[in-house]
């Protein structure tokens, strides 16, 4: 393949679907005061870029893939080096040569959404690796709105421990790790799950003087609706979280797939004591689980995270969720109808949460478990990684098909590897 | 009508619709230890029994109507008058002559739902006033449960202002003021929004050691979907949570009946300056109310509480909503098909709270309120009055009528006033 000094190797997706070719283009370039340059060092092949892949989500433009990248910032618009007031502390501190993470999504941080922290939904965000904005796996990209958007991995506010954390593991900050972090503190902060965790009834459990006393301890119960690269981050957010509330609970992880559910496996037997607290996890089929949650938990479970994105999956949810049980819904989802009526919702006083993760407010937390889970996060090609394997981007066709074939867990681009 | 020491009046209702008829039938007796039969003081005509007058919600069996009544205790089951450990207290306290008010669905307070105060879900649940269960649109009821289920007014604790309050404002704690005061109060404790209230961005929001902290103020928007007797009560209950709060807000009071928004107008004009707080209420036609939250909020209501139980209700509240909104449901849905797809719900990240109120656990709370807000809750007949008349049962035929047609506000039967 031809190179120059101006153009790059680059991942990118031709419509309709199941193209996906290594090309070279153009290096970006600052296009706008807030935009930054960054050199990546490591971009991800995750879930949801199969949506495109398979055409369920329509995409009807060429465009460079990807949503998940760390790497170093290169070049910066002339908002940066200035201290202007109100605007992200970023735009003052950033510098040539920081290590940075992205959310999936570009947020301004100063919109009213933002500064709410519903950062996804910033009111000017855009996806990266879409027909709007080009992706990560490739050698550059350009961030826009990148004093909000960027977490600074160089910041001198970082501790030694946070520091030290391979590349290949700050890359799970960008999305998967804070997604499955979202679904997992969506339902656990949820009002209807806060009689089970302080073991006072409601709504006396929402008194905020009353929670401080000890109350009777119940048995919470929770389903994981699949075990993906997502998945899987969501049942060790949900474990990290119930063992330091030191709740006694039982989490039924689903998926169709055996090689997803092994892999669930040797990370739940990888996990410390520390890491499942007071409690039992059951690895399941679809069947394997209804049978479960029939026979062991008298009304079903206090919340299920759904993690799919695709009716069947919501309907499973609703069938094992307990009446005033939360679903809480991160997975990306089509047209189709919801599979349920008012009367379904009504008969169970269910409690839905749906969307996207604001990832780029979660990174925080997220990088805290990031640091306390190296034993699971940390390591790369083991029975017991989330990432099986770091490629070159000659690989990206190969990988593509080996992740949307399921055999294949979290693969990781590394776009220096073979030039 | 002929009558006799054995019988009572009562209205029923006859399949499969608009049949209402008043009848004499047998007086009730004790069933079961843990029964109690209460003579009626007042019963009323509730919102919901117009579904089984309408034939929506399908009845198959001839059964006394009403779900909501405040009475007496006329006769108590053996379980009464006896300490028996983990039984719910009333098993032991309550005594022949003593005032009573129920919720509108039957609790044992004994199974898990219940301890979790999920009174309404209890695995013994039967509604009042339903083919499962005779109603109290008559001069005696049995109530199964009821230590479980009845909530006593002449309870040694209550304070000498919660014992002076009338028997038509008594009547509201059955059903209307809970299931109102149940709406406002899952939309205020939804996490998404407590970003809102604490000033914080989320995910610090849901940090207690930081909420205690002053924050930036924002101002919340709200929308209330049907001004039917529930959603007045609705509005009132926000209103009231949030001057408590001390927030700046908007409320839009939205229905299509222009007699039920003049009721809503009086209303809050009866309401003093301490019932309103820091905010502005609207009171709009469902086309002015789009128009409003165009125009004046920029994304939407932080929630919408959804009163009305159909599809375009639910619609409504869905085009209401802002990007991580709640919808809180509280309106009695039918088997109709959710009208929103799984990526309505992904792209606008929205949280939907569905079902009946558990009116049981909410009563206390309830009391609270109908004590502090006599000016509305406390008047009969008056323009600002949320109960419009107090009738006998052999206007029930009537008085259905003119409810169904929207041509009357809250009725209140008393069962022995043509006696």
């Not at 908002?79 to 510098?95: H, I, T, W």
């Not at 709504?203 to 929770?222: N, V, W």
């Not at 689980?289 to 069947?312: P, R």
């Not at 990031?370 to 390591?379: A, H, M, N, P, T």
Request: one cysteine or more; hydrophobic letters at 40%; glycine letters at 10%.
């Amino acid at each position: 393949m031809a190179s120059s000094n101006s153009d790059m190797q680059a991942v990118r997706f031709h419509p309709p679907k199941y193209d996906i070719r290594v090309e070279r283009v153009a290096i970006p370039s600052i296009e706008h005061p807030d935009d930054a340059i960054v050199k990546i060092k490591l971009a991800g092949l995750c879930g949801s870029d199969l949506h495109t892949y398979r055409g369920v989500e329509v995409a009807d433009r060429v465009h460079i893939c990807g949503h998940e990248f760390v790497g170093e910032v290169v070049a910066l618009g002339d908002s940066f080096g200035k201290n202007v007031e109100g605007r992200p502390r970023l735009y003052e501190s950033l510098r040539l040569g920081d290590k940075v993470v992205a959310p999936f999504t570009v947020n301004c941080g100063e919109c009213s959404v933002c500064r709410l922290g519903f950062t996804c939904r910033c009111r000017g965000s855009l996806l990266f690796g879409s027909p709007a904005l080009q992706g990560a796996q490739a050698q550059f990209i350009r961030v826009p709105l990148a004093g909000g958007t960027l977490f600074n991995l160089s910041d001198d506010g970082l501790t030694d421990a946070q520091k030290s954390i391979a590349d290949s593991s700050l890359m799970l900050l960008g999305d998967i790790l804070p997604t499955g972090m979202f679904a997992a503190a969506q339902a656990l902060n949820h009002p209807k799950l806060q009689a089970d965790l302080s073991g006072k009834p409601w709504p006396a459990c929402l008194d905020k003087a009353l929670q401080s006393q000890e109350g009777h301890m119940t048995t919470m119960s929770f389903a994981v609706i699949g075990l993906g690269p997502v998945g899987v981050c969501a049942v060790v957010a949900l474990l990290d979280m119930l063992a330091s509330r030191r709740i006694p609970y039982v989490v039924v992880a689903i998926d169709p797939n055996p090689l997803r559910r092994q892999k669930m496996e040797a990370i739940l037997a990888a996990l410390g004591p520390d890491g499942k607290g007071n409690g039992k996890v059951f690895v399941k089929s679809i069947e394997d689980a209804k049978d479960l949650v029939q026979k062991e938990l008298e009304v079903g479970c206090s919340a299920v995270l759904e993690i799919v994105g695709n009716v069947s999956a919501l309907k499973l949810a609703y069938d094992l969720v307990r009446p005033f049980g939360v679903i809480s819904s991160v997975g990306v989802h089509s047209a189709a109808p919801l599979p349920l009526t008012g009367d379904d919702m009504y008969t169970k006083n269910v409690s839905m949460d749906f969307g996207r993760c604001p990832a780029r407010a979660m990174i925080p937390m997220a990088y805290d478990l990031l640091v306390k889970r190296q034993d699971v996060f940390g390591s790369v090609g083991k029975e017991a990684s989330l990432v099986d394997s770091i490629v070159g981007l000659d690989e990206a066709v190969e990988s593509y098909k080996k992740f949307d074939k399921g055999e294949s867990g979290k693969i990781l681009f590394d776009p220096w590897k073979s030039q």
